[in-house]
């Protein structure tokens, strides 16, 4: 009750520092899902509808890297990018470019294997479908992504609920550095190692409500144009 | 003109389809019988081009339309489903009051009943134009008036563009009524072909049999 309370005061009127934590939050957030994105559902697109050598490989291959455990990611990039790596020069940890460039490497693969085993399951009807009508590959395509869309937006939304809940990554290269670097999970470990569970807990309960905000906004949109 | 020579398909180790030599001339329609797994589908995937041959030739049209088996249901209402090939609005509306779902027009297509959603599949083809028409086991879902309606706008659909028309059945109702020709695979290889009548009064032939009287179970 305690944290609903603090919660409640955090908001109204809002916390300064914590609409900035809020704003990094999701800008993080939001370019790290947008990338693994561009790069994971046509990556996704492709392996799930074509036949290779090696395919079952690269699959099992890619459902390990959906368990990376977040910490490693945070670790290589943080090897990668430290003083003496190799792109050190670039000067970019403890920035929110960096934290990004983290998730990027965490969700990709779960963008991947999601729509990948999405298109192989249920878009198979409507590529025999479509194809069976004489559509171009581009056309069928792009059926394939208004027909399947509500399982699409839960790949997205489901990568963007990693990035936004995640902490071991982002807290190595990050830093979590105040008014700069630090999010909300980042800001919910801190208060909980000083010992301030209530706070803690109001910053978790601010957390959800901004998950679940952004889960609502974006089956509206997608509901919004499902006119078929 | 569709002609086969030599005309394989492996999976594995496996020859799911051997054809010597088979063609169908212009203007014809065809049924494909045969039991479950004999081959009719293979077949028509491979002259839809959905999926490659392992060995010889199946010469087929240029332009080709498809009926899969597995009828499949767009998003949106029937309307919709039928625009979505570039049909106008109106002939939606006739292919639909053809196959008996005018009733039905401003339902969402995912709503319809196996039956009725397989007559719309049907209406999404035959609102192009083609010179050959492939069709799996286009009325398997149907009941017999269903079925009529089927077999009557094949009919005139083929009448109105001259074009071949190749189908796969289970039902000697669709291939007497609707076909000139019947070829009965087995095994992927043909088992006979001739016209329906004299294939289904045929005892010789496994799968007509089944049809007479006095095949019990
Ligand atoms: N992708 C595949 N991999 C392996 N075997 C396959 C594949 N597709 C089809 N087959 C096999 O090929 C054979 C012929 O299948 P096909 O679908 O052509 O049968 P069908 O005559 O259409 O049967 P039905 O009446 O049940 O529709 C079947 O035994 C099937 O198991
Ligand atoms: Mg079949």
Redesign the pocket.
Known sequence: MESFRQAFELLFPPDRELLQIIGVTMRMSFVSTLVSCLIGLPLGALIGSKNFRGKSFLKKLIHTLMGLPPVVAGLIVYSLFTHYGPFGRLDMLFTVEIMSVAQVLLITPVVTGLSSSFIETSSKPVIETARGLGFSGFRTARLCINEGRASLLSVVLNAFGRSIAEVGAVSIVGGNIQWKTRVMTTAIMLETNKGKFSFALALGIILLMIAFAVNALASFIVRENADG | MVEIKGLKKR??E?T??DLDELSFSDGETVALA??????????LRILAGLIEKSEGTAKAPGSVLYLP?QSYAFRGDLVRNITITGAGKQTAVELLEKLGLSHLSGKKAKSLSGGELQRLSLCRVLAKKSELLLL??PTSACDANGAALVIRAIRDYRDSCGCTVVM?T?SPMLAVNAADRLVV?EN?KVEANGTPEDILSNPGIQWAKTFTAGWKI
């Open positions: 999976y594995g496996r799911v389809l045969g039991a479950n797994g004999s081959g009719k589908t293979t077949l088996q799996d086991e796969s289970h695979l992927g």
